[in-house]
């Protein structure tokens, strides 16, 4: 989707070392997601933040923190990568308006090794 | 919480045919939002069709329908004259329409679907 770009779309790194990835919309949604997708486990919540600044935790939180300064830029940081933190990494954005559901981006596969 | 269950990992369809997907969460909430989405190959994830739960009709959109049985908490996901394009990963999510804005989509593990020519 045009509105919501996440970089990089694929990323290598070294087991300890940190990880940023960048997820920028164009829409001004309040509400901005990031969630990992892994084989039988589907997508689950790792972040979110509800306004500038303000953020909280998902369900799977551990090892992971957030930023967002500006509307438009949600930050996902790892601040020392594991191997279980290989995944598929994809941010999401929504507006009050509940029953339209979420727009994605387009992923980050990020490979920890 | 609430939680959403697809039970089957894997279906197949021949092209031309028709499958249904199975989906069930499980809430106690009488108001919420319920979603298919489709994620192909290329990991896109696309909103295929969504319900309401005030709604008594179920969805549809064009080729896709739904079978919402709010009593069961059952929302199955029929596709129709299936064609080669619908093979991906589906999967059903859960969304509260609680007043604050923020409920976050609960996501079912997925059902990836193969169309056969």
């Known amino acids: ?113 | 919480a609430q939680t959403v269950t697809q039970s089957q990992p894997e279906m197949s369809v021949q092209e031309a045919e028709t499958v249904t997907l199975s989906c069930t969460y499980d809430t106690s909430e009488s108001d919420y939002y319920l979603f298919w989405y489709k994620q192909p190959p290329s990991r896109q994830m696309i909103l295929v069709i969504r319900q309401e739960a005030y709604k008594q009709q179920n969805a549809t959109e064009n080729r896709f329908s739904v079978n919402f049985q709010k009593a069961a908490k059952s929302f199955s996901l029929k596709i129709s004259d299936s064609q080669l394009g619908d093979a991906a990963m589906y999967f059903c999510a859960y969304r509260s329409a609680g007043r604050g804005g923020s409920e976050k989509l609960v996501f079912g593990k997925g059902t990836k679907l193969t169309v056969n020519p």
């Open chain 1, 1 to 113: 989707d045009a509105g919501i770009t996440q970089s990089p779309r694929h990323k290598v790194t070294e087991t300890g070392t940190p990880v940023t990835l960048r997820c920028h919309q164009t829409e001004n949604h309040r509400y901005m997601y990031w969630y990992r997708q892994d084989p039988g486990h589907g997508l689950r919540l790792i972040h979110y933040s509800y306004g500038v600044k303000d953020t909280d935790k998902g369900e799977v939180s551990d090892g992971y923190s957030v930023s967002r300064s500006k509307t438009e830029d949600f930050l996902l940081t790892l601040e020392s990568a594991t191997s279980s933190q290989t995944s598929v990494y994809f941010c999401a954005i929504s507006e009050s308006n509940r029953n339209y559901g979420y727009t994605f981006g387009s992923g980050t596969r990020l490979t920890v090794v």
